[in-house]
């Protein structure tokens, strides 16, 4: 079974308007991670937003917010007022504690690819 | 700050070929990670590191080895490589568990 899963392969979105990214997630810890990065057509990998899974409040960062449902497991990203610039891949992942601690490496989903339209 | 650098950006090898992929970091993070992305996929986690002279497997780790002699250096080596190994590799870094800081990348074909 996946770990981390984002339904929309792809998304059109006027510019200015809201976006709502989906991403459920799959774990029987505790204690986890969730991350969003965006990945724009150069290639790079751009941290966006954590959410912990024992953090009392929603993150947020600026234009990105993080709307954690915890009891749903899932996890999506709220980008508001988008603009042409965000037209990218967006993807989703967790940590799941192991050995490594603070350590543990990234699960992530296969992402979706947003696209905004003047 | 130059952040997570990675060197080569690019290469091109043959089948059975070996090569060296190097990622540096200069904000003094204890952990590394090596990752693959191939297309329509996300991240997968090939090895870890918890500190200087530490390495671990990720989910796929076969045909890979590391090494971390120096903190702020990890690198990942491909003995004998397989057209199966095409991908792009990223390295991140990180002292937290909220974070990581990924690499620009480094585009690898093998024929």
């Known amino acids: 079974a996946q770990k981390i899963t984002q339904t929309q392969p792809g998304m059109f979105v006027q510019e200015k308007e809201a976006v709502t990214l989906d991403c459920t997630y799959d774990?029987?810890?505790?204690?986890?991670?969730l991350f969003w990065y965006k990945q724009p057509s150069s290639g790079e990998m751009i941290f966006l937003i954590y959410q912990g899974s024992y953090d009392e409040q929603n993150a947020t960062e600026g234009r990105y917010s993080l709307n954690f449902q915890k009891a749903r497991k899932s996890a999506n990203l709220v980008i508001s007022a988008s603009q042409l610039g965000d037209s990218a891949m967006y993807f989703c992942a967790m940590r799941e504690p192991t050995a490594g601690g603070g350590a543990d490496g990234l699960t992530f989903g296969k992402g979706t690819h947003l696209i905004i339209q003047p | 700050n130059a952040g997570v650098t990675q060197t080569p950006k690019f290469r091109v090898l043959k089948t059975g070929q070996s090569m060296t992929l190097l990622c540096a970091q200069d904000?003094?993070?204890?952990?590394m990670y090596w990752y693959r992305q191939d297309p329509g996929m996300g991240l997968r986690l090939i090895h870890y590191s918890v500190g200087e002279g530490t390495t671990a497997k990720g989910e796929v780790p076969d045909g890979y080895n590391v090494s971390r002699l120096k903190k702020q250096n990890f690198l990942l080596g491909l003995e004998s490589a397989a057209p199966s190994q095409t991908s792009v590799y990223f390295c991140?870094?990180?002292?937290?568990?909220?974070?990581?800081?990924f690499g620009p990348g480094t585009r690898l074909t093998v024929l």
């Open positions: 991140a870094s990180t002292n937290s568990g909220r974070y990581q800081f």
């Open positions: 774990t029987s810890d505790q204690s986890y991670g």
């Open positions: 904000m003094n993070h204890e952990y």
